[in-house]
């Protein structure tokens, strides 16, 4: 976290996020436990997994007027691929 100001002077739109995983991290006696906020943190700063999830919807949206039937997706293990 560079200063906690954003673009326009007031606060950075992932700060809190940054805070409270902090703020976590120093109250842990072992850090997994706040993998949580770790993960929210992550996600507002890069956006994975909305952009993953946008890629599968244009994707299916493309596939259903094309006329092909998609396989089913199942639900990735929580915290993989980070």
Do not use: W
């Not at 700060?15 to 993998?35: A, L, W």
């Amino acid at each position: 976290m560079a200063s906690g100001f954003g673009n326009r002077g007031g606060p950075g739109r992932c700060h809190s996020f940054y805070v409270d995983f902090s703020q976590c991290m120093i109250h842990t006696e072992n850090p997994r436990d706040c993998s949580l906020l770790r993960d929210d943190y992550f996600e507002c700063l890069h956006h994975k997994k909305e952009f993953t999830r946008r890629n599968e919807v244009a994707s299916h949206l493309k596939n259903q007027h094309r006329g092909v039937v998609p396989e089913p997706v199942l639900n990735a293990p929580a915290g993989g691929g980070d």
